[in-house]
């Protein structure tokens, strides 16, 4: 005798996951690789100050990358807190609900 999925009936199968998997990991991973440019763009910027005569303008669009990493590792770090805090919070409360 066939099944209901053999006989060209869909079979009706439910997920055990309630969430779809989010890149937590990677996009913390990314943060972290933030932090490395962030340094070298220090490390940079210390060489440059070291250099005769000073090349303001690299040493400028240094300072400007610097900037915008340090904002986007500030927003990612932020952003990736508050999904987690989220998740904790929601796990909290259904553990208490049962």
Known sequence: MASAGESGNPVSVRSTKRHT??????????AFEIDAARSGCSHTARLLIR???LDEVE?????RLDDALAEAQRLLKSTVREIMLSRLSR???SGRAR
């Open 91 to 93: 796990r909290s409360r």
């Open 21 to 30: 998997a989010l890149p937590i990991g990677y996009a913390a991973r990314i």
């Open 51 to 53: 250099k005769t005569p």
């Open 59 to 63: 040493l400028e669009e240094c300072a």
